[in-house]
């Protein structure tokens, strides 16, 4: 493959300085995070973004979708860890699980780890990203997609959700871009889309959304949460540090009956030893739960000029 460094600068925020190739990427409008790139794995344009699979100084391996990056191989299981198990954990007994986005295969590698769980969907609307995770990122979807329980469904995840029956979802896990990274995804943080989300749970159900960051993003954060307050009786927030997306990650659960913020250490490390999840887990234990519920949720203050 012959790759062409302004094409690459243009679409995906690279730059060369006196070492090489950097990715530069934004952290909020004002802050931005630059990292040496050591070999790039795969580029491509496809029909919704630019996506790129390199190795990166200090992250491993990551996907970058759109000059961002999605998950790094040296701490996408503090990601994806806090944003599957809380919720799965919630639930008395989740058997079947629908997850939109998630290309690379981790949040359906994560889901996986529970005994319960029957099925999987993982509905996703770039077939060509998913199609590069399965051939050059095992690292992270660990044979996720072949597992026999995981359906993968290549279309627009809020499509997907108006055309499913209504009451047959024990969670859903929305594993998106962020609320501010693109009009495409922001359309999948509505009231509106929720309320379908909503339909489409059990009676008992619950979803999560990751959102962006809280402290960098206030005004869109707040308009999320809002949203899902809207739809949901039961709304719970919590964050975590990701060294790779320089912030914490910020996540919101919308639940018809279980709060997971009311769960204690005892009763996430009794589900986790029921499901034989526990040994398979390298971040989330009941004590990380505990701490994520606890975490104040920070928004920006004003700095004075």
Not at 64 to 89: A, K, N, R, W
Request: one cysteine or more.
């Amino acid at each position: 493959m012959t790759l062409n460094y302004y094409g690459l600068r243009l679409l995906c925020a690279m730059s060369v300085g006196e070492s090489g190739l950097y990715i530069d990427e934004a952290v909020s409008p004002n802050t931005r995070m630059r990292s040496p790139i050591r070999r790039i794995i795969a580029f491509t344009r496809t029909k919704y973004q630019t996506a790129i699979i390199a190795e990166v100084a200090d992250y491993g391996i990551c996907l970058i979708l759109d000059g961002y990056t999605q998950s790094s191989e040296v701490d996408e299981f503090i990601y994806h860890e806090s944003l599957v198990h809380p919720v799965m954990v919630a639930h008395k007994a989740p058997e079947r699980v629908l997850i939109v986005g998630g290309g690379e295969g981790a949040t359906l590698r994560e889901v996986l780890k529970h005994s319960t769980v029957r099925e999987a969907v993982m509905v996703d609307i770039d077939g060509e990203v998913v199609e590069l995770a399965k051939k050059y990122l095992k690292v992270m979807h660990q044979g996720a997609f072949d597992d026999p329980r995981a359906k993968v469904v290549i279309m627009d995840g809020a499509e997907y959700i108006r055309r499913a029956p209504s009451g047959v979802f024990d969670v859903v896990i929305l594993d998106l871009t962020d609320p501010y990274s693109s009009e495409v995804a922001r359309g999948l943080y509505t009231a509106e889309f929720y309320r379908e989300v909503y339909r489409i749970l059990k009676r008992d159900g619950l979803m999560v959304t990751q959102a962006g960051c809280s402290f960098f993003y206030g005004d869109t954060y707040d308009w999320v949460l809002r949203n899902v307050e809207e739809v949901f009786p039961i709304v719970c927030e919590y964050n975590v540090w990701v060294p790779s997306f320089g912030y914490a990650c910020n996540f919101i659960v919308g639940s018809k009956v279980y709060d997971p913020a009311k769960l204690t250490i005892e009763d996430v490390e009794r589900v986790l030893k029921e499901r034989e999840v526990k040994e398979k887990l390298r971040f989330y234990s009941g004590r990380a739960h505990a701490a994520m519920m606890l975490m104040p949720i920070f928004r920006p203050k004003p700095v004075s000029p």
